[in-house]
């Protein structure tokens, strides 16, 4: 008993001095697990937070697309979204009739467009003498040839009248303004600035013995050829019958006007006027789409400068015979 008791505390003696170290064994444990732990932490903090970074994202997009899904898809233009959004342009397809119109700048100077809602101003361009006219220099060619073959293939043709310049329709107008109002002197003679002569890109063109201007020219040989082949020199018939409420101007069997030979063919294969061709181009030109007062200007009276009396029913030719006065 005394040794068991003995045994017991030299055990116990020796149960102190290990605990002792076992303390200090445990401490230095403990201080390395701290470390080590510590460590870990850190890092699987490190990883931890990363994690959380890429679920806040995903999360975040969910909310996003269940959210605000339609709002947000439409501004980043998602294009299933907006397909899905806007289906009815596929679904009621409107042809267009002049998808095949000729690709043209319409701002060029072959196609500008004088008439009585669009005014060129001042518009003053470089002209050449042919024959008895003026035209712009960059038609010369064009017209030469136009009139050449028309006159190789047995026709008369006179050149009756070309570019007339801004100043000469204003005294014009202005005389005739001291007669009338101005109301009624516009539609005797055109405003300055509204005539398509003064583009000088367009002739009148009539029989060398036949140089009244009415409808009746339509009925010449000289007439029936330039009708047909004017677009293969880049020549379209201006005031067309039937167009007058688009060109505000009578039916003129004998103004030719240059627009070229691509733009020409394709307003003379679809029967366009200018103003029609232009509008293809131009969603609001002036005059393209209006109806108009062609009646007021159809039916100014014979107070023509010329003197000659079976054309002078309508600007155009008011114009014309102004200028061969
Ligand atoms: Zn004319």
Not at 182 to 204: F, K, M, N, Y
Not at 303 to 316: C, K, L, P, T, V
Request: aromatic share 10%.
């Amino acid at each position: 008993m005394a040794t068991q008791k003995r045994r017991k505390k030299k055990k116990k003696n020796l149960t102190g001095g290990e605990l002792l170290a076992f303390r200090v064994l445990m401490t230095a444990c403990a201080v390395l697990l701290c470390v080590s732990t510590v460590r870990n932490l850190t890092a699987g903090g490190a990883k931890k937070a990363a994690g959380s970074v890429s679920e806040e994202t995903e999360l975040s997009g969910n909310v996003m697309t269940g959210a605000d899904a339609a709002s947000a898809q439409l501004e980043a233009g998602d294009a299933s979204s907006a397909s899905a959004v806007t289906p009815e342009p596929t679904a009621t397809p409107t042809p267009d009739p002049y998808a095949d119109k000729p690709d043209i700048d319409i701002n060029s100077w072959e196609y500008v467009l004088a008439n009585p809602w669009n005014s060129i101003e001042d518009y003053c361009p470089d002209v050449v003498p042919i024959e008895d006219i003026e035209v712009d220099y960059r038609i010369y060619d064009a017209m030469e040839a136009f009139v050449s073959d028309c006159r190789d293939a047995g026709n008369t043709v006179y050149l009756s009248s070309g570019y007339r310049s801004y100043d000469l329709q204003k005294y014009l107008f202005e005389k005739k303004c001291e007669e009338y109002d101005e109301e009624t002197a516009a539609t005797i003679v055109a405003r300055p600035g509204t005539s398509e002569h003064q583009t000088g890109l367009a002739a009148d063109i009539t029989e060398e013995y036949y140089e009244y201007k009415s409808a009746i020219l339509e009925d010449t040989a000289m007439y029936q050829w330039m009708e047909a082949h004017c677009q293969d020199y880049g020549f379209i018939v201006r005031f067309p019958d039937g167009k007058e409420d688009i060109t505000g101007i009578i039916y003129e069997p004998w103004h030719f006007r240059y627009v070229g030979v691509e733009a020409a063919t394709y307003i003379m294969e679809h029967n366009l006027t200018l103003e029609e061709f232009v509008a293809l181009y131009k969603d609001d030109v002036a005059g393209a789409t209006d109806t108009n007062d062609a009646g007021e200007t159809d039916s100014s009276d014979s107070a023509d400068e010329a003197g000659s009396s079976d054309s002078a029913n309508d600007a155009d030719a008011v114009q014309d015979s102004v200028s061969e006065s």
